[in-house]
């Protein structure tokens, strides 16, 4: 079965930090593009950032100078590292991939973020 299994969310302090983790497997084809996005109740969904398997990186304005990505290809696991965590950091995050057999995307099940004193 086709999955983007996600780990490493949770309950965090102003300040502090997580790191991400998101693994793919199954019969998603060659991997071009692994990344994060955002969601926050109320709004729409958010690019945090993007890695191709070059190792090319895309961050969103949010993560910026704070979150970095990385990626394992031989292991199809993608990382966020985010610091200096911030309340309105608190969301779903999403894994993201794009491939051969996905051209269009196929989403991870989502974690929870929250930055919360």
């Known amino acids: 079965q086709v999955q983007l299994v996600e780990s490493g969310g949770g309950l965090v302090q102003p300040g502090g930090s997580l790191r991400l983790s998101c693994a793919a497997s199954g019969s998603l084809g060659r991997i071009y593009v692994m990344g994060w996005y955002r969601q926050a109740p109320g709004e729409q969904r958010e690019l945090v950032a993007t890695?191709?398997?070059?190792?090319?990186?895309n961050y969103g304005a949010s993560a910026k100078g704070r979150f970095t990505i990385s990626s394992d290809n031989a292991k199809n696991t993608v990382h966020l590292q985010m610091n200096s965590l911030k309340p309105e950091d608190t969301a779903v995050y999403y894994c993201w991939a794009r491939s051969s057999g996905f051209p269009k995307g196929y989403w991870g099940q989502g974690t929870q973020v929250t930055v919360s004193s």
């Open positions: 890695i191709t398997t070059s190792g090319y990186t």
